[in-house]
């Protein structure tokens, strides 16, 4: 026996197992999912091909998913166990390839098994009247071979594809789509008819192919697609409607908002404009939340194509030039439903029409305005911005160790990417390279003596974590060469700082930096307000020659004035940010 059939046997046995597993789950309160393989738009269909699944599956059901389709899904299970099932189920092509998780929240009343009613949901055991008529038409008796082979030969071109596509998809054929059915494809209509419970005539009837295709667009059905016409953006396309829907208009956007249970969004982009305009926008969408940090990017001459993954979520963005009219789409997913997205995306992007029309850019002038916010989208923030400040002609920074652990990315002053060169535990220190080299304003001046006790320093950063722009002086007094508990290699201050200002330089009254402002230590005592502590500047030498960077000395000077000390400090602190 095969592993992969052991082990259906062994999940079609011990489904018992499994629902108490998921009783348990639910009890834990972990996520109980199902997995969906089919879905028609006939009650009677659907109850015909749930009952030829439960001939060979053991934990078959059937439930309505609104809009009068009607779905048959296998569970339910926790999700651990449902990608283990969805994956050798489709590995012995016992479901089509495309079969998907679908969530508790997308299912209403049960149809099969005939009156169970597990979700307590209610239970459907005929077709229900619909408004348009009362009387359930018949369905007509399949074909014959002969009958089916007359009927295929009434078939487009591109009908012809789309099944050679269909059977693509659900693992059944791997030769060219080109819409010629050959003994390819017939012996791949033979296996998929096999598979399904009809006898393996190599021709599908007109009644199998509908099962086929409905059985592709499963993940299309499955969250509503339909043709929407936006004429004030001037776009038309398919779009998932059962699961967003139209919220407002905010230049250049027009915003369609989550309306199910996925999560899903999508916004229509529509603005007059030129390349200038469009390679500005491609700038702004990066800054956004929606589009996270890794992924493809692609900019052309009239065009360009975003795709972020991250923070539990999967966008893709594209926009295109023409006429002097900006158009485009953004689609954002949830991470984890991957095979039904790309079938989502793909309708979208093959069905993008452009009409007349395009949003006016005054439009939108009375919605809610707010820094932290482009068109109503929120900008990305990073999870930390501390200060630092640049050590030699190339752009190194020092700054706080805090500042860039475990960061997807680091940035200097929010537009320049940096990587880790060294970091010191003991002294709580970090020494960053730019990616590309920079040309600093200012470089730093280590203070080659020690300093006097009770002279004024002032330490420069960005107190309030890049908000206000430029970093701010905050003045104070050297209390001590040593910690509290007589350590050496830190300094404690008389200085009231802002969690923004950790990693700056503390400046003695010629400029010379004199050591590095430390992070307040979470969890430690209260400390009387007004106390801070800063790594000395035999530490930052020593971490510095650690990393290769040569650092620049600086003697005893005389005292710069206001002015002079707020340039000194302007040109070579930096904001140091970490992003997810």
């Given at each position: 026996m095969r592993p992969l059939i052991a082990?259906?046997?062994?999940?079609?046995?011990?489904?018992?197992?499994?629902?108490?597993?998921?009783?348990?789950?639910?009890?834990?309160?972990q996520e109980t999912v199902w997995i969906q393989i089919e879905a028609h738009p006939s009650l009677r269909e659907a109850q015909d091909r749930a009952q030829i699944y439960s001939?060979?599956?053991?934990?078959?059901?059937?439930?309505?998913?609104?809009?009068?389709?009607?779905?048959?899904?296998?569970?339910?299970?926790?999700?651990?166990?449902a990608e283990r099932v969805l994956q050798v189920y489709r590995s012995e092509r016992q479901i089509p390839r495309d079969a998907f998780i679908a969530r508790s929240s997308n299912l209403r009343q049960q149809f099969w098994p005939v009156g169970a009613n597990v979700l307590n949901r209610g239970a459907v055991t005929a077709p229900a009247p619909t408004a348009q008529t009362d009387v359930a038409v018949p369905e007509p008796a399949d074909e014959t071979p002969a009958q089916a082979r007359r009927s295929e030969r009434a078939l487009t071109a591109d009908e012809r594809k789309d099944l050679q596509i269909a059977l693509q998809a659900a693992g059944f054929y791997t030769a060219?789509?080109?819409?010629?059915?050959?003994?390819?494809?017939?012996?791949?209509?033979?296996?998929?008819?096999?598979?399904?419970?009809?006898?393996?005539?190599?021709?599908?009837?007109?009644?199998?192919?509908?099962?086929?295709?409905?059985?592709?667009?499963?993940?299309?059905?499955?969250?509503?697609?339909?043709?929407?016409?936006?004429?004030?953006?001037?776009?038309?396309?398919?779009?998932?409607?059962?699961?967003?829907?139209?919220?407002?208009?905010?230049?250049?956007?027009?915003?369609?908002?989550?309306?199910?249970?996925?999560?899903?969004?999508?916004?229509?982009?529509?603005?007059?404009?030129?390349q200038a305009t469009l390679f500005g926008l491609y700038d702004i969408l990066q800054t956004l939340e929606?589009?996270?940090?890794?992924?493809?990017?692609?900019?052309?001459?009239?065009?360009?194509?975003?795709?972020?993954?991250?923070?539990?979520?999967?966008?893709?963005?594209?926009?295109?030039?023409k006429n002097g009219e900006i158009k485009g789409f953004t689609l954002i997913w949830p991470a984890g439903d991957e095979a039904r997205r790309a079938r989502v995306l793909a309708?979208?992007?093959?069905?993008?029409?452009?009409?007349?029309?395009v949003l006016d850019p005054a439009a939108g002038a009375d919605a809610e305005q707010r820094i932290d916010l482009v068109s109503g989208l929120q900008i990305r923030k990073p999870r930390l911005s501390r200060?630092?400040?640049?050590?030699?002609?190339?752009?190194?920074?020092?700054?706080?160790?805090?500042?860039v652990r475990s960061c997807t990315r680091i940035t200097l002053n929010n537009d320049f990417q940096a990587e880790l060169a060294a970091e010191d535990s003991a002294s709580g220190l970090a020494v960053l390279r730019p990616v590309q080299p920079l040309a600093p304003i200012e470089i730093a001046g280590l203070r080659t003596s020690s300093p006097r006790l009770q002279s004024e320093i002032a330490v420069a950063g960005y107190s309030y974590e890049g908000v206000l722009g430029a970093p701010t002086l905050t003045f104070g007094r050297l209390e001590d060469l040593r910690g509290l508990g007589g350590?050496?290699?830190?300094?404690?201050?008389?200085?009231?700082?802002?969690?923004?200002?950790?990693?700056?330089?503390?400046?003695?009254?010629?400029?010379?930096?004199?050591?590095?402002?430390?992070?307040?230590?979470?969890?430690?005592?209260?400390?009387?307000q007004g106390v801070s502590f800063a790594a000395d500047a035999e530490s930052l030498r020593s971490l510095l020659e650690q990393a290769g960077v040569r650092a620049q000395d600086q003697l005893d000077g005389n005292a710069l004035s206001p002015d002079a000390m707020t340039r000194l400090a302007t040109g070579m602190t930096v904001l140091v940010s970490c992003w997810d």
């Open positions: 082990m259906i046997l062994f999940l079609i046995t011990n489904l018992a197992f499994l629902g108490s597993g998921t009783a348990q789950a639910q009890q834990a309160g001939n060979a599956l053991a934990d078959v059901n059937g439930f309505s998913l609104g809009g009068s389709w009607y779905g048959i899904l296998l569970g339910p299970y926790t999700r651990e166990d060219a789509i080109d819409g010629s059915f050959g003994r390819g494809t017939r012996a791949s209509m033979s296996t998929w008819q096999g598979a399904n419970g009809f006898e393996q005539t190599g021709i599908l009837t007109t009644a199998q192919r509908k099962i086929l295709m409905d059985q592709y667009n499963a993940p299309l059905i499955s969250v509503g697609m339909q043709l929407v016409t936006d004429p004030q953006a001037g776009i038309r396309m398919q779009m998932p409607v059962g699961e967003v829907a139209f919220s407002h208009y905010e230049p250049p956007f027009a915003h369609y908002k989550s309306n199910g249970s996925l999560g899903v969004r999508t916004l229509l982009i529509s603005q007059p404009g030129d929606i589009v996270p940090l890794v992924g493809d990017r692609e900019r052309k001459s009239d065009r360009f194509t975003i795709e972020g993954r991250g923070d539990g979520i999967v966008s893709y963005t594209e926009a295109s030039l309708a979208m992007k093959s069905s993008f029409t452009r009409t007349d029309g200060s630092g400040f640049f050590v030699d002609s190339r752009g190194a920074v020092v700054t706080t160790a805090e500042a350590e050496a290699g830190v300094a404690r201050l008389a200085l009231a700082a802002q969690p923004g200002d950790a990693g700056g330089p503390v400046l003695d009254a010629s400029g010379a930096v004199l050591g590095v402002l430390a992070p307040a230590k979470e969890g430690a005592q209260q400390l009387p």
